[in-house]
């Protein structure tokens, strides 16, 4: 249950934290651009915005599940040292 | 942005952020470049003020037909707009007090779908909506302005009036028994009205 | 199952539901603070409405978002469309402008007092207000300015569904409301 929890909880390093946020506000934002500009071309905003919602899609998808590319610098921790009891 | 959870949780309120400016970008930007409509032009064809009758006893209508011509096609070019409410409004300042009034003779609402019905070219015009008042109301009327105006629905975004004909003399006058406009083209003879019909 | 959570609530002590439930009350204050900024700056009671009838279509639809503003300047003028709530009813009604009589009223000390009467009709409907304003008001036969909550300005199609899909099935409303408090309880910030 435990590795099945930590599996869904998709966790990935620090700089795949960063990397992962780059890539999905860049990947919005350009939707977004290109989506305005689809609407003013084809003269329809509902085309537009299907174009937006498969980029988000498309983000969703570039950004949620774990990708090993996010895991590429995972944290060096500390080897366990037993405290000597005194 | 650790979890897979946060990372759903945050692009997808990014998305609706950049979706939101979008939307605000598309009105502003479309009602930015609304396009000016050419002026068309309303001439008054017929008008008779008639008293009511029976139950309408107390009442007087003016029956009046008019040609109406006006191109509001260039509006549609514009990529936001979804449909447009035209309407023949008839505005006129009442001699009583300071008053000023408009009515709404007739309208109609034109979609996207059907852009050709934007050349408005309406000859005879008859009133969907009888110009009526108390008996006796014409005469203190003085002179109406007769325009043509449309109001722009658009897709999304900020709704926008503007104006697409105007009579071509903006006023009328009628003197005693008969009717004139100012050009002087047409004599209207007003008939059960005991002296003046609109006005001085 | 929830084992796991269930202990992080029990270990987490009171002071630290008090700390959560604060966070639930500042979340709801500062919506509330936002709504009531919106209100001022557009001077409506209600500056954002959402349609419920079909009786402007097809302009507006059933789900439709309007943006209203109630400055005191604000001109109504034949064509616009006004959104009034007739005293003794509580809902908005949203038609359109077409009879309007002003009269400008000068006093002897100067000032001047502007009334104006209108007369309203959905774009949808055979017949205009009178009707309606007879049936909430008796011997009401003109809208005046006092009952307008404010002048469409703007306009967002069909994301006002929710309300009203909401207020047709309040189990919707209530799971909900519940599923995000749920949430925010248990959220930690980390």
């Known amino acids: 249950m435990e590795a099945v929890k930590k599996q869904l909880e998709g966790r990935i390093d620090y700089e795949g934290q960063r990397l992962s946020e780059q890539v999905a506000y860049f990947s919005l934002v350009v939707s977004g651009v290109i989506a305005f500009f689809v609407s003013f071309l084809a003269s329809s905003i509902k085309f537009g915005l299907i174009v937006f919602a498969a980029g988000y899609v498309i983000t969703l998808l570039a950004v949620v599940p774990p990708w090993p590319v996010y895991r590429k610098h995972p944290i060096a921790w500390l080897p366990v040292r037993r405290l000597k009891a005194d | ?200 | 199952m929830f084992m796991d959570e269930i202990n992080q609530l029990r270990r987490m002590g009171f002071r630290a539901i008090l700390l959560q439930a604060l966070n639930l009350a500042t979340i709801i204050a500062g919506g509330l603070m936002g709504w009531k900024a919106l209100c001022l700056a557009t001077n409506s009671e209600s500056p954002i409405v959402v349609v419920l009838s079909e009786s402007m279509e097809p302009a507006f639809a059933r789900g439709d978002i309007l943006f209203l503003t109630n400055f005191a300047s604000d001109s109504y003028e034949i064509g616009d469309i006004p959104v009034y709530k007739i005293p003794g009813a509580n809902i908005p009604i949203v038609h359109r402008i077409i009879h309007s009589h002003t009269s400008t009223v000068t006093h002897p000390n100067g000032t001047t007092t502007e009334t104006q009467l209108m007369l309203t009709k959905g774009d949808n409907n055979p017949t205009d207000d009178l009707g309606l304003y007879h049936s909430y008001m008796r011997g009401m036969k003109w809208l005046k300015r006092d009952m307008v909550v404010g002048k469409v300005r703007g306009f967002l199609p069909h994301v006002g569904y929710v309300t009203i899909v909401m207020n047709d099935y309040p189990q919707l409303k209530y799971a909900l409301l519940g599923t995000l408090g749920v949430f925010l309880l248990f959220n930690k910030e980390q």
């Open chain 2, 1 to 200: 942005m650790f979890s897979a959870w946060q990372r759903l949780q945050n692009t997808s309120s990014w998305a609706l952020s950049v979706c939101l400016t979008l939307l605000a970008v598309i009105s502003v930007s479309s009602w930015y470049v609304l396009p000016t409509v050419p002026l068309g032009s309303i001439g008054l064809k017929s008008f008779q003020v008639v008293p009511g009758s029976g139950s309408q006893s107390n009442l007087e209508y003016a029956l009046m037909r008019l040609d109406v011509q006006s191109d509001l096609t260039p509006l549609f070019a514009n990529w936001n707009t979804k449909q447009l409410y035209v309407s023949v409004v008839a505005d006129w300042n009442s001699t009583v007090e300071g008053t000023q009034s408009s009515v709404v003779l007739w309208d109609r609402i034109i979609t996207r779908k059907r852009p050709e019905a934007a050349k408005l070219r309406i000859e005879g015009l008859k009133a969907k909506n009888v110009w009526k008042v108390r008996r006796g109301g014409f005469k203190t009327i003085p002179s109406c302005h007769l325009s043509l105006k449309y109001d722009i629905m658009p897709y999304v975004g900020i709704v926008t009036p503007g104006i697409g004909a105007r009579a071509r003399n903006p006023t009328w006058n009628v003197t005693t028994e008969t009717a004139t406009n100012s050009f002087g083209e047409w004599d209207i003879a007003v008939p059960g009205v005991k002296s003046g019909g609109v006005g001085s």
